[in-house]
């Protein structure tokens, strides 16, 4: 924003003198608070920055730990239902080795029965065998004495024939005997080997229950062995769960702790800003007051609000800016390129119609800095002189045109306050309230209601004046504007902040540079330019013409009236 111009000054008395350097050393002091505060305000913000960081890490660290917890909670608690089905499986495994074992047992009392009667069977077969031989012997020897009576019969004759047929036939049977206990002593033999494989199998059987008895035994103590411990670990699953569960729950606390502490950390940050913020709107507020007091402004000339394209050469560098005010004995330049150019760093500006002029630069602001101009007596300072007399006369009909709209609504207030239409507390009332739900922030006071009849027709009738001006409007001394032009008095619209930015500018406090150095001017006129904010990322670049308005005696505020500018 370009520094102002404003009404020649007043040269100071010595009275004057002395407030002026009060006012030097208060300016001094101010500043000097303000670099401390600075200071502070930056370390704090880097101590915020780094609890926030340490937090942060906290924070996401805590958030792992509660994700771990809560999977290792799930882990425990599979862990406890497979162990449950487990401990179930190992029960009826039990069971199941119960139940073999019992069978095993009758399966070798079976066995020890069968070989018993294998025994006896094959003592049967045995006593069958001694029978059917003595049988055989017997048929033997029945068939020797057949043949002795056959040959006995022979020697007999006719009378030994008929003993002779009965010898016949018995030896016919003894024969016949003896083919049957041959046969019969087959079939024993038959079966005593059949009885032996029996036997031999009985005892393999009983051998191998025997074997598998104690294998069985092993198996019944490895499933109790397992069962006890298969209790065990569910036990610990159990008490594992629990514990997950209980540091799962600690974490939550922790991290809704954390959550605390950013939180808190961040209302600290937030405070920290807003209390640099304020104490660089007291500066700033302070500092503007006292250079609009006529003791307190320390400069030789007068600043007229330009946009001169100028270069900055110190050097061998050159930064491209541009002229954003200028006097006979000095310019604001306009730039971000601002690293290493300190208060004192020497140079030249080349601006361009004007020319090359030694300076200094004497201050440093955001984007700009304050140039002093050293070799005055120049052709270049003298086509800054021609320059800087042809704006005044280009801007004298704004000029007065201004004045004359302040003196014309002081006189309007002035007759309000005499037939009691609006009361002297009603008019320099400060007490700002909030009105809801606005954005930007809208205010209400005491004078609001009474001020619309008053000063709105006056400010259209001034706006009708000039086709280039955009607005007319009043403000009091702390930037606030009750009443402003019909087309920006819209009601804001909930949520379109872009929108009411344009179009909702009455009842606001603009008390940026901007505004209150209109708003404290105490000189018959100022002159400054600056970059309108209308929303949504627009900006106008207007040139402002502002007055002064005093009420019985009291300053009140100003008439701001703005122009497009080219």
């Not at 005997?177 to 393999?204: C, D, F, P, W, Y």
């Not at 630069?361 to 304050?370: D, T």
């Amino acid at each position: 924003m370009a520094e102002p111009a404003s009404a020649p000054r007043r040269e100071a008395t010595d009275g004057q003198g002395d407030i002026a350097r009060l006012f030097e050393l208060i300016e001094s002091d101010l500043k000097r608070s303000s670099r401390r505060l600075d200071a502070a305000a930056e370390e704090m913000k880097v101590s915020v920055a780094r609890n926030m960081s340490t937090v942060s890490t906290i924070r996401r660290d805590t958030d792992e730990l509660v994700e771990d917890t809560a999977g290792a909670y799930d882990n425990a608690r599979r862990l406890a239902e497979t162990s449950a089905e487990l401990i179930q499986a190992n029960g009826e495994i039990g069971r199941q080795t119960e139940l073999s074992t019992s069978l095993i047992g009758e399966v070798e009392t079976v066995a020890d029965g069968v070989e018993r009667s294998m025994d006896s069977l094959r003592g049967a077969i045995e006593e069958i065998a001694k029978v059917v031989g003595l049988i055989a012997d017997v048929a033997q020897q029945t068939n020797l004495l057949a043949l002795n009576a056959t040959i006995e019969a022979a020697r007999a004759g006719a009378a030994g024939k008929g003993f002779s047929v009965v010898a016949g036939e018995v030896k016919a049977l003894s024969v016949q005997t003896q083919k049957a206990t041959e046969q019969v002593n087959a079939k024993i033999a038959h079966l005593q080997e059949a009885a032996g494989e029996s036997m031999r199998s009985v005892s393999q059987i009983i051998g191998i229950v025997g074997q598998i008895r104690p294998v069985f035994g092993f198996v019944a103590a490895a499933v109790d062995n397992q069962t006890r411990l298969t209790a065990e670990i569910d036990g610990v699953a159990t008490d594992t769960s629990g514990f997950a569960d209980r540091v799962a729950a600690k974490a939550r606390a922790i991290n809704g702790a954390m959550q605390t502490a950013v939180e808190m950390t961040r209302a600290v940050s937030k405070v920290s800003e807003v209390v640099n913020t304020s104490i660089h709107t007291i500066n700033r507020q302070l500092v503007t007051s006292l250079r609009q007091s006529p003791e307190g402004d320390r400069r030789r000339h007068d600043r007229w609000p330009v946009a001169i394209p100028a270069r900055l050469v110190v050097g061998n560098r050159v930064v491209d800016c541009r002229a954003g005010d200028l006097s006979l004995g000095g310019c604001l330049l306009e730039t971000a390129e601002t690293a290493g150019l300190l208060p004192g760093t020497h140079g030249a500006v080349d601006l361009d119609g004007i020319g090359r002029i030694e300076a200094t630069v004497v201050g440093r602001g955001e984007r700009a800095l304050h140039l002093r101009f050293d070799d005055a007596g120049t052709a270049a300072t003298e086509r800054v002189a021609a320059v800087l007399a042809e704006l005044e006369h280009q801007t004298r009909a704004e000029v007065e045109r201004v004045e004359a709209g302040a003196r014309e609504i002081a006189a309007v207030l002035a007759g309000a306050l005499a037939d009691g239409r609006l009361g002297v507390e009603t008019l320099f009332d400060t007490d700002y309230r909030p009105i809801p739900r606005t954005n930007p922030q809208q205010y209400d006071n005491r004078a609001v209601t009474a001020l619309l009849p008053l000063l709105q027709p006056v400010q259209e009738r001034l706006r009708a004046q000039s086709a280039r001006m955009s607005f007319a409007m009043c403000c009091d001394v702390n930037g606030y504007v009750p009443v402003h032009n019909v087309e920006y008095s819209k009601p804001q619209r909930e949520g379109e902040l872009d929108w009411n930015l344009a179009n909702s500018r009455d009842r606001r406090i603009f008390d940026d540079r901007a505004g209150l150095l209109a708003a404290r001017n105490r000189r018959p006129f100022l002159v400054q330019s600056y970059r309108r904010d209308m929303g949504g990322g627009r900006f106008v670049a207007i040139r402002e013409f502002d007055a002064p308005i005093e009420v019985v005696g009291r300053h009140w505020g100003a008439l701001r009236t703005g122009y497009l500018m080219a």
